[in-house]
Every structure is written in C-alpha cells, then in structure tokens.
C-alpha cells in the first residue's frame, strides 16, 4: 500500500512541477524569442535551466522539513536512515540517481523486501509514513 502512496506523491509533485516550469520558462521564452527551439545552444540552455529549477524545488523541500508538498498530502516523509532530514548530501545523491536512473529506480519500490526505489537505497535515504495531525472539532 505504501508504494502506491509513494507513486501518487509523485504524481502530485509531478504535477506542481509542471505548473512551476510553465511558470518560469516565461521569462526564458521571452527572452529568447519565437523559435528558440532550433537553436541548439538555446535548447540546451532552456533543459539545463528547467532542471535546475526541478533541483531547487525538490532539494528546497527535502532538506527543509523531507516533505514536498506530494509527500505531505500522503502523509510521507523522506529521512535518512538514522532518521534524521536528509542533508544537502543526501539530496544532492538523491536527485542526480533519480536522474539518471529515470525510470529503472522506481522497480525497487514494488519489488524486494525493502520496497525502497534506487535512488534511496544509494542516498542512504527512505520514505515512511507520518501520523496524520489531529483535527480539533
């Protein structure tokens, strides 16, 4: 069951991420003009800028409080194994094996006993469960 949490965090981060790169590719189309997109340089330029700004975002969250805004709508945390926030470290590994392990990483959460995808394993990381906070009536 904590899998599919897991996987629908990522949707929903996925999701925001989307709106967020719209947001700022804006000023990059703008400042690049109608057909930047055939430029080499410029097409490059505009992947390197988006994932740098997929970068901030996620490591913004991790580092912060272990929860993007995915993971606290499930009631998710990542920490590191010692159960502390993961640090910059950590999510420096975290982000660059997610990268380039896309999407051979996520097998390991549905298969095996751990049920941890790649990228955790290799960041010394691990997604669980948060008690959901008490609402006062």
């Known amino acids: 069951m904590q899998s599919f949490k897991i996987l629908f965090a990522f949707f ?12 700022v590719a804006i000023p990059f189309v703008l400042w690049q ?33 272990g929860q993007t805004p ?9 920490l590191r194994q010692d159960g502390y926030i993961m640090t910059r470290h950590n999510a420096n590994l975290r982000f660059v094996t997610g990268i380039l392990l896309f999407p051979i990483g ?3 959460l549905f298969i095996g006993t751990q049920k941890q995808t790649l990228q955790d ?4 990381t691990r997604i669980v469960p948060i008690e959901k906070p008490e609402t006062q009536s």
């Open 33 to 65: 003009g109608a057909g930047f997109e055939s430029d080499p340089f410029a097409l490059l330029a505009f992947q390197t800028y988006l994932l740098a700004i997929t970068y901030i975002y996620l490591s913004y969250f991790w580092v912060q409080n």
């Open 121 to 124: 394993r290799l960041a010394q």
């Open 70 to 78: 995915g993971l606290r709508v499930w009631h998710l945390q990542i």
């Open 12 to 23: 929903y981060d996925f999701i925001l991420l989307c709106g967020v790169w719209f947001a």
């Open 106 to 108: 996520w097998i390991g």
